[in-house]
């Protein structure tokens, strides 16, 4: 089972980037995927999530980030907008078979990738 992150780098205040994330190795049409991102110096911080047919954002992110899926082709994509550069960070996807009310618990997901950088520029 394998998760892969990309579509990070190097992006001025207020543009936009859209990270990827394919899932390998079974389906995941049943598991919440979930992003979080570290920032240089910090802790792990949840960005957002879809489970079935719902997503959740982390209040930092809401309005401007948004989540999609396409369950057939194993994918889960994180559409950043008007980026800042408070949002700079590694960025990783992961995959659980969790509770909505646990979407936000980095520990209860069981897969994770292995993460892309994000660079906002003032």
């Known amino acids: 089972v394998q998760l892969q992150a990309c579509g990070g780098g190097l992006v001025q205040a207020g543009g936009s980037l859209r990270l990827s994330c394919a899932a390998s190795?079974?389906?995941?049409?049943?598991?919440?995927m979930g992003w979080f991102r570290q920032a240089p110096g910090k802790g792990q911080e949840f960005v957002g999530a879809?489970?079935?047919?719902?997503?959740y954002y982390a209040d930092s992110v809401k309005d401007r980030f948004i989540i999609s899926r396409e369950t057939a082709k194993n994918m889960v994509y994180l559409q950043m907008n008007s980026l800042r550069p408070e949002d700079t960070a590694v960025y990783y996807c992961a995959a659980g078979s969790l509770s909505a009310s646990y979407v936000d618990y980095g520990s209860a997901y069981e897969y994770w990738g292995q993460g892309t950088e994000v660079t906002v520029s003032s």
């Open positions: 190795g079974r389906t995941f049409s049943s598991y919440a």
């Open positions: 879809v489970s079935g047919s719902n997503t």
